[in-house]
């Protein structure tokens, strides 16, 4: 695993995503860290970035910014311990956005779907 690679699910000591729930993982530094779309998570987002239903269809359209992505993964870290925010941003970009695109697809799919 490169130091910022992002993954969907996999395994890691620290951060295992329950995928029926919507987490997803993103590595940083190094470190998996896992993404758990929370309502108070959520409400976090949106405070920020707008609508979520807005978001999701931005995304369907190719018209999320990378700004959005790496707030929504901030917003969703269960733990961000010493992380910072450029941290994140770093991580998605170093990434890449085909990669970037696993654990959003879970998290959107949460927003869209529900934990029902």
């Given at each position: 695993?490169?130091?910022?690679?992002?993954?969907?699910?996999?395994?890691?000591?620290?951060?295992?995503?329950?995928q029926l729930r919507g987490e997803a993982t993103?590595?940083?530094?190094?470190?998996?860290?896992?993404?758990?779309?929370?309502?108070?998570a959520l409400v976090r987002a949106e405070e920020e970035l707008g609508p979520l239903f807005a978001m999701v269809e931005r995304a369907g359209e190719g018209q999320l910014r990378l700004s959005e992505i790496a707030a929504l993964f901030w917003h969703c870290l269960?733990?961000?311990?010493e992380l910072t925010r450029e941290q994140v941003g770093s991580a998605v970009l170093a990434t890449g956005l085909a990669e970037a695109a696993k654990p959003l697809r879970a998290l959107l799919g949460e927003i869209l779907k529900g934990s029902g």
């Open positions: 695993m490169n130091r910022a690679q992002v993954a969907e699910g996999g395994s890691a000591e620290k951060a295992h995503a329950n993103i590595s940083i530094d190094g470190r998996l860290h896992l993404l758990r779309p929370s309502f108070d269960a733990e961000r311990g």
